[in-house]
């Protein structure tokens, strides 16, 4: 069937189908192209020619699958990422000679430590801690701290690699890193979280500083853990820097940091719609999630004029047709750090199904998936186009499968890639680090604004990005050779560095 497949494709679109770049043809051929997958073969196999399409760039995948392995998270994050880079690299062969492909994909540091503490029965627990310190081409090293039971060196990698464009993107000064442990924070008394984190910023002290690396939340890292983590720090080291971002308002905190990751989806998607003459406005919403990043793009689209219907966590989620009651979630999330299921106890009306993946059958206009990584796959993505959602803005990392983001792309959705639509929450940490360095503070509606004004630019250039190398509208595409080439051009001046 493949080979049938591949004889119509190479007699129908010969020179597209030789250099098999199928993210570059114009979308009603995309849409030919896919259903044409979908009838005679799996999407899987489509994704797989994209991937054999590699040319210049295939020797640097393969070296990342061979030097990795056990890691799919990494590798899925880095071939999305050079799918979309093989013009930038045939456009830019001393880029190519400088080894900045192979060295890109590369961390420059990887810190694994232990992290015991004693539980509140007195007993040892030990779970393992993590940095990543992918890249500092452009600035020191910025990325989030992520306490779950999942976290692993191919998430930690995965997240740093990614975080190296999105920071990029911002147009400040910050260069891309992770870390976390899999520690889970759920349960634990405030006692065992203190413990844990003091512990855990014991011996990351020795490899972060204001200028060096600037870590901030992540999934289970809260102003909570932060203060903690600062407290140890500034004990350790004897200094009152900032270190860290997303700190309390009375000690270094900026004000809307809270706000950034979900208003700047927004914002970034308001600005994507503006551009195709639509709006928020009257739209009907599904938000993944019910943690910081949606909570806030809940609170904001809501301000836009939508109607939140549904949001989750990771053991189900709930459907209010009259719209989401976000006063009753954080009641449930921030306050009391109970299950999402509470809510119908606020709303009779609303329903609670358990279950995290059923919330994408909601009907809906927009999607915003603000939960986690992989959590649309292409069965759900399929859903959300059957069902008319055309608009899909991601709140997460990676929240959508690369069978998933084809969907999408191929029925002609807007489709906001995390990169770039989430990049309002580092944006503002960059943002609370320059007012530390001021020993000053902006208003809300100060770094209101400029969190606005970044992610419009944002938009503004990526899609440019895309239509400069023939891909217009293809966000993926701009935003991954928006964020790539300035950090490539940083490394390309400072030589063989790292
Ligand atoms: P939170 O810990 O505040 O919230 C995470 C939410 O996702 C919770 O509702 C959680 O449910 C749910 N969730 C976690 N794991 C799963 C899972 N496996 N399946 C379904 N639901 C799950 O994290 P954030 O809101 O800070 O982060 C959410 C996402 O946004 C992550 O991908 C993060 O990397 C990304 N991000 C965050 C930024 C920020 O500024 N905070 C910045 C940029 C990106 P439960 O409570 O049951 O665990």
């Known amino acids: 069937m493949l080979q049938k497949r591949e004889l119509i494709l190479a007699i129908i679109f010969p020179s597209?189908?030789?250099?098999?770049?199928?993210?570059?043809?114009p979308n009603r051929i995309r849409t030919i192209l896919f259903d044409f997958a979908k009838e005679y073969g799996s999407m899987k196999e489509l994704q797989q020619e994209n991937k054999e399409c590699l040319t210049v760039l295939k020797p640097v995948l393969d070296a990342v699958i061979k030097r990795n392995p056990n890691e799919p998270e990494f590798h899925q994050a880095v071939t999305e990422v050079l799918e979309t880079l093989e013009p930038v690299a045939e456009k830019h062969p001393e880029w190519?000679?400088?080894?900045?492909?192979?060295?890109?994909?590369e961390p420059e540091r990887q810190i694994i430590f232990r992290v015991p503490w004693v539980d509140d029965k007195g007993k040892v627990q030990v779970n393992r801690g993590f940095r990543v310190q992918f890249n500092s081409a452009i600035g020191p090293y910025k990325g989030g701290i992520r306490l779950h039971p999942s976290v692993n060196i191919s998430i930690m990698k995965f997240l740093g690699f990614e975080q190296i464009f999105k920071n990029s993107?911002?147009?400040?000064?910050?260069?891309?890193?992770k870390g976390g442990s899999d520690f889970d924070p759920k349960g634990k008394s405030d006692g065992e979280v203190?413990?844990?984190?003091?512990?855990?910023?014991?011996?990351?002290?020795?490899?972060?500083?204001?200028?060096?690396?600037?870590?901030?939340?992540?999934?289970g890292t809260g102003a909570r853990e932060i203060g903690y983590m600062f407290g140890q720090y500034k004990r350790l080291r004897n200094e009152f820097t900032g270190v860290l971002t997303g700190k309390g308002l009375e000690w270094g905190g900026s004000l809307a940091r809270t706000q950034a990751t979900g208003y700047g989806l927004c914002y970034f998607m308001e600005a994507a719609m503006n551009d195709h003459g639509d709006s928020f406005k009257g739209k009907t919403v599904v938000v993944s999630g019910s943690g910081n990043v949606a909570t806030y793009a809940v609170e904001k689209a809501t301000q836009l004029g939508a109607k939140v219907v549904a949001m989750s966590d990771s053991g189900g989620y709930v459907y209010d047709a009259e719209g989401i009651?976000?006063?009753a979630i954080k009641e449930i999330k921030e306050v009391k750090r109970a299950r999402i299921s509470e809510y119908v106890n606020y709303r009779p009306n609303a329903v609670y199904t358990p279950g995290c993946k059923g919330i994408w059958t909601i009907k809906c206009d927009v999607?915003?998936?603000?939960?986690?990584?992989?959590?649309?796959?292409?069965?759900?993505?399929?859903?959300?186009?059957?069902?008319?959602?055309?608009?899909?803005g991601e709140g997460a990392n990676m929240p959508s499968t690369p069978e998933a983001i084809a969907i999408f792309q191929s029925n002609g959705a807007l489709f906001g890639p995390a990169k770039a639509a989430n990049a309002g929450g580092v944006a503002t940490s960059a943002?609370?680090?320059?007012?530390?360095?001021?020993?000053?503070?902006?208003?809300?509606?100060?770094?209101?604004?400029?969190?606005?004004?970044?992610m419009v630019n944002i938009y503004k250039n990526i899609s440019k990005a895309a239509a400069d190398y023939g891909m217009k509208g293809n966000l993926v595409a701009g935003a991954n050779i928006a964020g790539f080439e300035k950090v490539a051009k940083a490394m390309y001046a400072q030589g063989i560095a790292y």
């Open 431 to 454: 943002l609370e680090m320059s007012q530390n360095s001021m020993r000053y503070s902006w208003t809300f509606d100060e770094v209101d604004n400029k969190l606005h004004d970044i």
């Open 194 to 219: 203190m413990r844990f984190c003091q512990s855990f910023m014991t011996e990351l002290a020795k490899h972060i500083g204001a200028d060096t690396d600037v870590p901030a939340g992540d999934i």
């Open 169 to 177: 993107l911002t147009g400040l000064p910050i260069g891309g890193g």
């Open 96 to 105: 190519v000679a400088a080894g900045i492909f192979d060295r890109i994909v």
């Open 325 to 327: 009651d976000l006063k």
């Open 367 to 392: 999607a915003l998936p603000c939960a986690t990584q992989n959590e649309i796959d292409g069965e759900s993505a399929q859903i959300l186009i059957d069902n008319g959602c055309r608009i899909v």
């Open 16 to 25: 597209c189908y030789t250099f098999h770049r199928t993210d570059q043809f």
